[in-house]
Every structure is written in structure tokens, then in C-alpha cells.
């Protein structure tokens, strides 16, 4: 089975300096990485995802994550937080191991706080 | 505008007194899904359903019911709630080909005494 672990639950960073959040996975067959984002009191949103090809992937709000398939691993990355990047983070992974690819696997969650 | 609404967004209960929470979708999504989110474990898939009347356990089913007779509504079903399943919901939904973006509705806070 596929799982996904997120090194650190919380990551405390003052505004304007650079983060990562980091990801890895377990597999030894292709999957598809994704990273979410949940504000609080909100649902969760799609950052950025990696299907295939470039292994460095753009998403929304400046985010940006790399995949890294020796290491199995696809941190998120954000060279300047703002205190509106303040939310929780999940890293995710689907694939045939997981019960196919419309299943996501989540990991624990990392919670970003930025201070001012 | 595209969503995934859920109903209600906020419920305390007693043990044993059955309950369903609504999950409705305006994008005419076939994949339709939800999870439990506990801090520490991050979201566990529940039930799936890959289109009408076709639904799935997920990896923890134990407690839950769920049906898929319209393809907008997957609404989640606790027969008998438990304190253990105090939690919060999210329904989600996706389209075919799309390579599992999957869009969460609001969430439901299910307090179980």
C-alpha cells in the first residue's frame, strides 16, 4: 500500500522568508503527487499537482514543488511567505497501489504558521 | 458558480440518534468521495462513488452508509453514531480525466456525546 508522510506537523516562519514544506512517499510504481492547502475553516484547495514530465511544478500563490523520484520525495516550496500563506498543508499521492488513481492518500498535514 | 456545498456545516449529537449529512455537487462529476479529517492523520477516505448507484468502501467504512441515486447528491449516512466518530467531514467530487483534482466542499464538524 501507498503512504505518504510529512516530516513536520508544524513549521513557524516569519514573513517574508523562505519555506518548505516537506513530502515523502512510498512507492515503487508511478503515482501522482499533490499538494492541498486549508485555510481554517475552509475546505481544502489544489496548490499544484505532478502528473508527468517537468519535475519541478508551479501552483497558485507563488507555491512551487519538485519531484524527486530517487528520493520519493516532492516538497513544497515558496521562496517569500505571507501571513495569508498562514494554513494547513497536505501532501497527497494516488496510484495503483492506493486503490487506483481517483483514490487520494493524505499525509498528516503540516501546519505553516507566518509571523509577522 | 461551481461547488461542492455540504449540509449541515456544524452538528452536535448523541450517541445512537442516526443522522445524514448532505453532500451536493453542481459540476456534473462522476467520482464523488468522503473523508474523515482527525488531527494527526490527515484525511481518510470513507466511501467512494464512481458514478450513480456504484459506491465503494474506502479505507474506514465501519459506522458509515452512503447512496448515490442522483449523480449531484452523495449524502453520508451514520446509522448509530459513536463518540469515536466525532470528526470532521468533507465531501469531494471530480470529473473524469482530470487526473484526480478533486473539489472539497466546506466540511461538516460532527460533535458525537
Known amino acids: 500500500a501507498q503512504s505518504v508522510t510529512q516530516l513536520d506537523s508544524q513549521v513557524p516562519v516569519f514573513e517574508e522568508a523562505p519555506v518548505e514544506l516537506r513530502c515523502n512517499y512510498s512507492?515503487?510504481?508511478?503515482?501522482?503527487l499533490f499538494w492541498y492547502v486549508q485555510y481554517p475553516n475552509q475546505g481544502l484547495q489544489l496548490l499544484l499537482k505532478?502528473?508527468?514530465?517537468?519535475?519541478l511544478v508551479k501552483g497558485i500563490n507563488g507555491f512551487e514543488a519538485e519531484f524527486n523520484k530517487s528520493q520519493t520525495s516532492f516538497h513544497l516550496r515558496k521562496p517569500s511567505v505571507h501571513i495569508s500563506d498562514t494554513a494547513e498543508y497536505f501532501c497527497a499521492v494516488s496510484g495503483p497501489l492506493s486503490g487506483g488513481y481517483n483514490k487520494l492518500i493524505f499525509g498528516a498535514g503540516t501546519r505553516l504558521a507566518v509571523h509577522p | 458558480e461551481a461547488q461542492v456545498t455540504q449540509n449541515p456545516r456544524y452538528l452536535i449529537t448523541v450517541t445512537g440518534k442516526k443522522l445524514t449529512v448532505t453532500c451536493s455537487q453542481n459540476?456534473?462529476?462522476?467520482?464523488m468521495s468522503w473523508y474523515r479529517q482527525d488531527p494527526g492523520l490527515g484525511l481518510r477516505q470513507i466511501y467512494y462513488s464512481m458514478n450513480v448507484e456504484v459506491t465503494d468502501k474506502g479505507d474506514v467504512p465501519e459506522g458509515y452508509k452512503v447512496s448515490r441515486k442522483e449523480k449531484r447528491n452523495f449524502p453520508l449516512i451514520l446509522e448509530s453514531p459513536s463518540p469515536n466518530q466525532t470528526s470532521l467531514y468533507f465531501c469531494?467530487?471530480?470529473?473524469?480525466?482530470?487526473?484526480?483534482?478533486?473539489?472539497f466542499g466546506p466540511g461538516t464538524r460532527l460533535t458525537v456525546l
Open positions: 505532478y502528473l508527468s514530465g517537468s519535475t
Open positions: 469531494a467530487s471530480s470529473p473524469p480525466f482530470r487526473n484526480n483534482e478533486q473539489f
Open positions: 512507492s515503487s510504481v508511478s503515482v501522482y
Open positions: 459540476m456534473n462529476h462522476e467520482y
